[in-house]
């Protein structure tokens, strides 16, 4: 990938586009999470424009009337960058950038963008310029001239230099290389945590900003970046986490989740979001000081689902409670979620009712048994080690005894080995 460095901030105009589906608050608010979007790129907002239309117009996506209102608004205002609040199509972006004539991307570019530019590790960064490939192939107009190295600023880091007249077949070639590529690390991130099949798994979850990598480092001594910015996590770090009554867990933070998420950056991150869908629990955490955090709770739950994680046993964290002043909410919060707790990861407020909280799940949810299988049927022992975390063993004349922990589905399979 290329990366870019920026002298000066770019000058940019936030356009929604409002079809009568949510209210004006909300639309506000997207609005608000797409300028601290174009923040954290490095962008400074100077102006917001919201179309109210029946639907979406397939050939400028805001019609061409209030397209030619941001064009006459570009250069009143000395505008670089355009920034939509939705997807535009190749036939809108192709449309838009002859009216406007000025660089023009989308939120899932923005996103892109923004990963791109955090992209730290081999995986982080192969990952990107995969969905960045994904994500550009049908946009394969003059829009992305402005990939050259000539040019910069928001939107331009990423695979190189992308120009109208590149050829498809060699973006295609390149993306099956990437597939196989993160199908290769994906094979040893399997070898690697092979071993962490004899511990409990919990993955930290959560709308972005929501103070996962906060909450991550206070219960292991971690010292992962925790910046009051969006996507500050991209790779998933694992330490061990001590419960007390003997009780162990390996604990996993992970990228945070957004509305709106580019589904190709979901499909190449895959390898990374396995911590996730290989967690025994996951610590859903939700920042409550936010005005919209039931929406972000729904966004979250809805990309587990995607993940086809929606299932596993969840524990509701709800972070940030000492900036709420109106306690009712407190009330609410546990009368619609019971499986939750109210903390302040920050503050280190109410930590210990999250441990107690999170010991019960374990206690329940997990099983202790023993089992004693013949000598010659060492191979179903071996299979145990990769089911359960195996307590003791001990060995008398023909016969092991095994004492092992493991969730009820693991247990249920455990037994069927047995019969067989």
């Not at 990366?3 to 608000?32: C, F, M, Q, W, Y």
């Not at 004899?198 to 992962?224: E, P, R």
């Not at 996507?231 to 009780?247: I, M, P, V």
């Amino acid at each position: 990938m290329i990366e870019i460095n920026r002298n000066t901030p770019e000058r940019t105009i936030l356009v929604a586009l409002n079809t009568g589906d949510i209210s004006k608050e909300e639309t506000e608010e997207h609005l608000n999470e797409l300028e601290e979007l174009a923040s954290t790129a490095g962008a400074n907002t100077i102006l917001k424009v919201v179309q109210h239309r029946a639907s979406v117009d397939p050939v400028f996506f805001v019609g061409k009337g209030k397209a030619a209102q941001l064009a006459e608004l570009v250069e009143a205002n000395s505008i670089d960058l355009i920034i939509f609040d939705d997807d535009l199509s190749a036939i809108q972006l192709r449309n838009l950038e002859k009216l406007i004539n000025k660089k023009i991307i989308d939120r899932s570019g923005l996103i892109l963008d923004i990963f791109a530019s955090r992209a730290k590790t081999k995986e982080a960064k192969t990952q990107v310029e995969l969905a960045q490939l994904q994500y550009m192939l049908p946009r394969l107009t003059r829009a992305w001239t402005h990939l050259s190295k000539q040019y910069g600023g928001i939107g331009t880091k990423g695979p190189g230099e992308t120009q109208i007249e590149t050829d498809r077949r060699i973006i295609r070639t390149r993306i099956s290389n990437l597939k196989e590529k993160l199908s290769k690390i994906e094979s040893q991130r399997e070898t690697q945590s092979s071993g962490r099949k004899n511990f409990i798994t919990v993955s930290i979850v959560g709308y972005t900003n929501a103070g996962k990598s906060t909450l991550f480092n206070l219960l292991t001594q971690a010292h992962v970046l925790a910046e009051d910015k969006l996507f500050a996590t991209l790779d998933s770090t694992t330490r061990l986490l001590e419960l007390g009554k003997n009780q162990k867990a390996l604990i996993s933070d992970t990228v945070g989740f957004i509305r709106k998420l580019p589904h190709h950056l979901v499909a190449s991150f895959k390898s990374t979001l396995k911590d996730v869908r290989d967690a025994d629990i996951i610590l859903h955490v939700i920042d409550i000081s936010h005005p919209y955090y039931k929406e972000h709770l729904e966004v979250v739950n809805e990309t587990l689902k995607e993940l086809g994680c929606d299932k596993k046993t969840q524990l509701k964290v709800f972070n940030k409670a000492d900036l709420i002043v109106d306690k009712s909410i407190f009330d609410f919060v546990l009368n619609k979620y019971s499986e939750s707790v109210l903390i302040s990861a920050l503050r280190g407020i109410n930590i210990n009712s999250l441990y107690s909280k999170l010991s019960s799940i374990i206690e329940e949810t997990f099983i202790q048994e023993e089992i004693d299988i013949e000598i010659s049927n060492s191979k179903i022992a071996s299979k145990i080690y990769s089911l359960a975390e195996v307590l003791s063993t001990r060995y008398d004349d023909n016969t092991i005894h095994i004492t092992y922990k493991t969730n009820r589905e693991n247990s249920n399979k455990i037994k069927n080995l047995i019969r067989m």
